[in-house]
């Protein structure tokens, strides 16, 4: 059974920093690409990064370039996201994704 199990989330001040994880189960995770996917209340989902099966390749969505990071521990079976300057924009619950797998989510609330 496939298993996507985020953490991380918090309610953060703008300019403030976090740490997303995502551990993976019931599937070779080394072997496939694995993105992070965003949805803000009251909007549809919105892709953030991915990364490739082996990490050597990532790709972002142009509101978070430069600022969020993507990378992945296949030895721990988990995918990051790190988070840096963050903005109120960013507010969203953060789901992990590989194929047609979804994690639970984790909130991310940036406010003052």
């Known amino acids: 059974e496939v298993q996507l199990v985020e953490s991380g989330g918090g309610l953060v001040q703008p300019g403030g920093s976090l740490r997303l994880s995502c551990a993976a189960s019931?599937?070779?995770?080394?072997?496939?690409?694995m993105s992070w996917v965003r949805q803000a209340p009251g909007k549809g989902p919105e892709w953030v990064s991915v990364?490739?099966?082996?990490?050597?390749?990532?790709h972002y969505a142009y509101s978070v370039k430069g600022r969020f990071t993507i990378s992945r521990d296949n030895a721990k079976n988990t995918v990051y996201l790190q988070m840096n300057a963050l903005k109120p924009e960013d507010t969203a619950v953060y789901y992990c994704?590989?194929?047609?797998?979804w994690g639970q989510g984790t909130q991310v609330t940036v406010s003052s």
């Open positions: 994704n590989y194929h047609v797998y």
């Open positions: 019931g599937f070779t995770f080394g072997s496939y690409d």
């Open positions: 990364i490739n099966s082996g990490g050597g390749s990532t």
